[in-house]
């Protein structure tokens, strides 16, 4: 009777010594997970920097974050102190570390949007819908191709055809500017899931100007200011791209060949 006492009271004993081991050992690991973290703290974008910002116009927009070492550059900013005197080299997008690449010499920036106007060129500007100009996805360096559409007399012998063409191949843009639109605020997401991505639709006209010649600035001058029965329409045509050269015109019956 005494030994089953005694077999039941060690059982007991060992079952209590077994459960503070295993909570002693969680402590022990989640300190150790801790530990490995190595918070540092670090500059974090808070609301969007414009290119050129200088740095001690940055701190209203700039905020101070603890993140796990593995997560941090070794070009993370924990201060302005050393970066005084440098602007912003790009846009800075909230979210993101500051780090010492994105800050350059007032005079090492380089304007963005600035293109240089190849000799002989000049620039003109027109209004378009973001349908016709990519979706918007067009910046300052791109090449394009610009389509005009007459509603008729693209043809002498057929006056009354619809015509489109292509009717100048990679143009040069050198700058894009869209009307000023109200950034949406961040959906919340789930603990350690990427931000959702942004599927909102562009709106409002964007202005483009682009580098050509005497000729070609005339006809696109003259498919926007008659728009009653004239039209732009562009494509990105990088300056490897094919050029087919058919059709020349397109009218309705060259659709469907």
Do not use: C
């Not at 997970?33 to 703290?41: C, D, G, H, Q, W």
């Not at 498919?223 to 045509?237: C, G, N, P, Q, V």
């Amino acid at each position: 009777m005494k030994s089953r006492l005694l077999a039941g009271i060690a059982a007991v004993v060992l079952a209590i010594v077994g459960a503070m081991l295993v909570i002693s050992y969680a402590q022990g690991a989640d300190q150790r997970a801790v530990k490995n973290l190595e918070p540092v703290s670090v500059l974090v974008v808070k609301t969007a920097i414009p290119a050129g910002t200088p740095v001690e116009a940055m701190s209203a927009s700039l905020a101070t974050e603890q993140l796990p070492a593995a997560a941090v550059p070794a070009s993370s900013l924990k201060s302005l102190d050393e970066s005084k005197g440098k602007v912003a080299a790009v846009d800075l997008i909230p979210g993101e570390q500051l780090v010492t690449e994105r800050l350059v010499e007032p005079e090492n920036l380089k304007i963005q949007g600035s293109v240089d106007i190849p000799a002989g060129l000049q620039e003109v500007s027109f209004q378009l819908e973001p349908q016709r100009v990519v979706g918007g996805r067009i910046a300052p360096g791109d090449h394009v191709g610009i389509f005009i559409n007459l509603k008729d007399g693209g043809i002498e012998a057929k006056p009354e055809k619809q015509t489109t063409q292509l009717s100048i191949h990679k143009v040069l843009v050198t700058a894009v500017q869209r009307a000023p639109v109200a950034t949406p605020s961040p959906q919340p997401s789930a603990e350690g899931s990427a931000p959702a991505e942004d599927t909102s639709l562009p709106t409002g006209l964007l202005l483009l100007t682009v580098a050509v010649n005497d000729v070609d600035a005339t006809k696109i001058i003259y498919a926007s200011e008659f728009k009653d029965f004239a039209s732009l329409w562009l494509s990105k045509e990088p300056l490897n791209a094919t050029e087919s050269g058919k059709p020349g015109i397109m009218t309705k019956p060259e659709v469907y060949k």
